[in-house]
């Protein structure tokens, strides 16, 4: 299907169905003409990028030992990026279509958008889909990725590609990863920010539709509980890009006698960038939640005050009270039940953000940056301390 003229039939959205990279991969055969094929081409990418760099290393003596400067083995970020961090990459897009896909998916199934609501529901997916599709932010990524790679192969050559170092030039080794490793992974890795920034899109354009919220959803969003499963569509991207650095740290406290204290500060600043970057798509459905919650205060606020004002005047003042709807509806109950439905309007979050979307943001961030910590503080003498300590 021309990406022009993509369509949704249902009421899901796939975030890589037909985007111009799986399009491309699959003319050149890398990728499977249906399906995704994640696991073979994170197996191709990996070793089309890893093998030729350690082959010329090795055959160089550049592998174990190098008279230039650190051998390729030292360079830890080099195999992390080929081995990890590039196989995460294309195996992310997996967990990406299930989860989005199922996200996007409940907004109808949950009643969120009703039937009169679906057509122009359809007219979002519909326009996503072709945003997706399109050819030109990918041609943009590419580009970005071959300027940034080779633009200044002399600024890498100063630590990172020492190992590839010849007097002033690179061998085939360093070459290789300047011209394929390292654009395959700035392209995937971009990739991926351009699909955050299509769900930013997505989330925006639907929080604008006539949503049927429900201001005392026990999710305390509305009824948009399930949005908050959206950082484990990107789980693995982030396990990738926080094991690259975690690699580029490792090597510095091995070989260049680093401490943990002089990554305080950029650990920091990477872990408020990229939650923001995970949470951003969440945050276009708070000026909904805002407003549903603005005048749902104003509507159960007026409900409830009515409510009390019949019960003061029946059982405080002892007033006769004509028979009214308002003090028989089962559905309001008694004084404490209308005061736990005001209570549940008043505790809306301002975000569809639980414990789970934190945790899914920084356990990927945290896990790699164990083995720098283990480095400088030994895991074993930790427990020990801490089991000494407890006994």
């Known amino acids: ?69 650190e051998p390729l083995l030292a360079h830890f970020g080099i195999h992390v990026r080929c081995l990890v961090a590039i196989p995460l990459l294309v195996l992310a897009e997996a967990a990406a279509f299930k989860v989005i896909d199922g996200i996007v998916g409940q907004f109808r199934d949950r009643g969120i958008v009703t039937d009169e609501g679906h057509p122009a529901f359809l007219a979002v997916l519909n326009s996503m889909a072709r945003l997706r599709d399109s050819s030109l932010p990918w041609i943009g990524v590419i580009g970005v990725a071959v300027i940034w790679s080779l633009g200044s192969p002399g600024h890498a050559a100063s630590h990172d590609m020492s190992w590839a170092a010849t007097g002033g030039d690179f061998g085939f080794g360093g070459w290789w990863f300047l011209c394929v490793a390292r654009p395959v992974f700035i392209v995937l890795l971009l990739g991926w920010l351009w699909r955050i920034g299509l769900v930013v899109v997505l989330f925006g354009r639907l929080s604008r539709l006539d949503l049927s919220l429900v201001p005392t959803h026990p999710d305390r969003s509305g009824g948009l509980g399930f949005v908050e499963k959206f950082p484990m569509a990107f789980f693995l991207v982030t ?31 990477f872990v408020l960038l990229w939650s923001a970057m995970l949470l951003l798509p969440l945050l276009m459905l708070a000026p909904r939640l805002a407003g549903m919650k603005r005048q749902a205060l104003r509507q159960y606020g007026a409900l409830i005050g ?47 953000v639980g414990k789970s979307t934190v945790v899914m943001v920084l356990v990927p961030i945290v896990l790699p940056m164990l083995f720098v910590i283990a480095w400088q503080i030994p895991i074993r003498e930790l427990l020990l301390k801490l089991l000494k300590t407890l006994v």
């Open 1 to 69: 299907m021309a990406p022009g003229k993509t369509t949704i039939a249902d009421s899901g959205f796939d975030l890589l169905r037909n985007d111009a990279l799986i399009r491309w991969q699959r003319k050149l055969h890398i990728a499977p003409q249906e399906g995704l094929g994640v696991v073979r081409r994170a197996i191709f990418f990996a070793l089309v990028t890893w093998v030729p760099i350690v082959v010329w290393a090795a055959l160089n003596r550049r592998l174990l030992e190098s008279e230039s400067g």
């Open 239 to 269: 396990l990738a890009l926080s094991s690259v650095i975690a690699s580029r740290w490792m090597h510095d406290m091995v070989y260049h006698e680093q401490t943990l204290a002089s990554f305080k500060t950029p650990f920091a600043a």
């Open 306 to 352: 009515e409510h009390g004002r019949l019960v003061h005047r029946r059982w405080i003042l002892g007033e006769p009270v004509p028979p009214t709807e308002l003090l028989d509806a089962p559905e309001l109950g008694p004084v404490a039940d209308t005061a736990a439905i005001y209570e549940a309007v008043a505790n809306v979050k301002p975000l569809p």
